[in-house]
């Protein structure tokens, strides 16, 4: 495979997979022998605590990067089980969005930044926050695609036009590389009509820009984090760490 991937996991939503599918995608790659860096840019730190790192004793974080006091390779950590590595975030990183303001190419800052270790990783997955703010621009202009992990509940397709028409804006405006991945349909649960008809609709409207994978709603997924590992590793037989790890595979294949 050549050259890194740079993916942003992305959807304006809160509450919608982002953070599970960026560690489990994580870990599923480090499965199949890619070398993987997450980069946490939600204030919240969850990719930063379910990689198993505390959030309150890093060293240095992604706030650190981004304002230029700390590199990506002084600053990330491997994740204990994950089997990547950890670029953390944690509420300081609130602060970024204000003090960014003041900068030269403040939308780049994290794209510069990686340009550095890009001979590190074969994958960077940007887990973002839920807004479409200036840290989130930050991951679209240092990504060449963007991931977006989804329910398929009745607005969903009307939820995403928000974030394709960023997309789109980015891409004419800031990054002529930024394209869509695909869509992730996440905590399904085929016994529910409605999340097959509206699974069916998604691929009527967005075609092969669904991926094949499809990710269950599975417990063991929801309680991983609190163990401080992906759901791929900490219950590798578990319906959902089969999917990421499955999720991987078909990443690795599609992009050749
Ligand atoms: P986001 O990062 O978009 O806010 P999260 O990944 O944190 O979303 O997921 C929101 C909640 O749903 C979390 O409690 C998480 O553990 C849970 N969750 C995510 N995916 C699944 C799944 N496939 N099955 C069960 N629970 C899930
Ligand atoms: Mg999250």
Redesign the pocket.
Same mark, same amino acid.
């Given at each position: 495979m050549k050259g890194t991937r740079i993916f942003c996991v992305a959807?304006q939503?809160?509450?919608?997979?982002?953070?599970?599918?960026?560690v489990n995608l994580a870990a599923g790659l480090a499965q199949v022998g890619q070398r993987v860096l997450v980069v946490d840019l939600?204030p919240q730190g969850?990719a930063t605590t379910g990689s198993g790192l505390d959030k309150r004793k890093l060293e240095s974080s992604v706030y650190d990067v981004l304002l230029g006091s700390a590199t990506v390779a002084e600053a990330r950590q491997p994740s204990p089980k994950g089997g990547y590595q950890v670029l953390g975030a944690n509420r300081e990183l609130a602060g970024a969005e204000v003090e960014l303001v003041e900068f030269e190419r403040r939308e780049k800052r994290l794209k510069d930044a990686l340009n550095a270790v890009r001979d590190d990783h074969d994958f960077v997955l940007i887990?973002c926050p !839920?807004s479409l703010s200036l840290l989130t621009l930050n991951g679209l202009c240092a990504a060449h695609g963007v991931v977006v992990?989804m329910q398929c509940e009745y607005f969903a397709l009307e939820g995403l036009s928000d974030l394709v028409n960023t997309i789109k804006q980015v891409h004419a405006n800031l990054n002529a590389e930024l394209q869509i991945i695909g869509l992730l349909r996440?905590?399904?649960d085929p016994r529910i009509t409605l999340q097959q008809q509206v699974s069916e609709q998604l691929k009527a409207h967005f075609g092969d820009k669904v991926f094949d994978t499809v990710?269950?709603?599975?417990?063991r997924?929801?309680e991983? !984090?609190s163990y401080g590992q992906p759901g791929v590793t900490f219950d590798p037989s578990s319906k959902?760490a089969q999917a990421f790890v499955e999720f991987a595979h078909e990443m690795v294949r599609r992009l050749g």
């Open positions: 959807n939503k809160g509450g919608v997979g982002k953070t599970t599918t960026t939600d969850n887990d !839920p992990p996440v905590m399904f990710i269950p709603r599975n417990v997924l929801a991983a !984090p959902g």
